[in-house]
């Protein structure tokens, strides 16, 4: 319907009717009051407004002989200029509604505001400097060197076979966060050194591996998922495992000191990248690699 709520049928009848019941008030006064229906219903209804949205509103006001009784009555005591006490209270009622749910959604506007900026702040996670590799083939030739600031683990590439590491992950905070899984990207990501199908998945339980992994260590018999959360100042294992795939000749190396992990803190889910330590794949390639 084009124009506005008063061109719909039902406000037409509606406001012939309040003309003939207002034959006997002052010209002055029903003009007001008929200017004062017409801008509140023009208010209260939208321009494509239902017949049951424009019924129920011209129920609020009351019907049009009931209008103009209660001006009439207000007429003969305070004259043409007093207020209509009874329709001005219900337009009020109404308007007082509206600024009601206009102010409750600016508040739940602002409080989102500050729900997004409260947990968004929240510090990701951390490496907790425990960790080692997931086979026992990679452990045995494993060659680890540390400095003041930085260690960092090698072992032989196997080109073609899975390789994977595990690491102890801390929360620092004093919020729940949840990981859900690989945040490196959809296909090779940095979560792997140049290994493809990249998988990662947190262990449920913890068990300390600061002392070094074997392949018959009580890690191995801990279930790994996603998602898990990980609560406030806790410790979790998180397992990375990929199929290398680079061609390395004698020695060349290929790393990574950086994990990539999808999290979720309260209803948002973001990357957070946190530093590890040095994870290197040594040449030379044997079986399938490139």
């Known amino acids: 319907m084009n124009g506005t709520a008063l061109d719909h049928h039902l406000v037409r009848d509606y406001l012939a009717e309040l003309d003939a019941a207002m034959r006997g008030l002052p010209p002055a006064q029903a003009r007001e009051l008929k200017e004062q229906i017409k801008a509140h219903l023009d208010e ?16 609020r006001l009351g019907s049009a002989p009931e209008l103009a009784a209660e001006a009439s009555a207000v007429a003969g005591v305070a004259g043409p200029a007093a207020p209509v006490s009874g329709l001005w209270g219900r337009l009020a ?11 409750l959604i600016v508040i739940l506007i602002a ?8 947990y968004l702040s929240v510090d990701p996670l951390e490496y907790s ?17 540390s400095t003041y600031t930085a260690t960092q683990n090698t072992t032989r590439i196997r080109s073609g076979q899975r390789q994977g590491y595990l690491i102890s992950i ?4 004093n919020f729940t966060q949840t990981i859900v899984g690989d945040g490196s990207g959809p296909s090779v990501g940095f979560n792997a050194p140049w290994g493809k199908d990249v998988q990662v998945a947190v262990s449920r339980s913890y068990t300390d591996i600061a002392n070094g992994f074997t392949g018959e260590s009580a890690a191995r018999r801990i279930p790994f998922t996603l998602p ?13 495992l990929w199929t290398s795939e680079s061609c390395l000749s004698n020695g060349e190396s290929t790393g990574i000191n950086q994990i990539f992990l999808r ?7 973001r990357t957070e990248k946190i530093p590890q330590q040095g994870w290197y794949l040594a040449g030379p390639s044997h079986g399938r690699c490139g």
């Open 93 to 103: 009622r109404v308007r007082r509604r509206t600024w009601v749910i206009a102010g």
């Open 263 to 269: 999290v979720r803190v309260g209803w948002f889910t």
């Open 129 to 145: 400097n425990g960790g080692d590799w997931w086979y026992a083939q990679d452990v045995k030739h494993q060659d680890i060197a």
């Open 170 to 173: 801390y929360n620092p905070t």
């Open 44 to 59: 209260a209804l939208p321009p494509d407004a239902d017949d049951g949205q424009v019924h129920a509103a011209l129920a």
């Open 228 to 240: 898990v959360s990980i609560p406030p100042f806790q410790t979790r294992l998180v397992r990375v």
């Open 111 to 118: 409080g989102a505001g500050k729900y997004v900026d409260y």
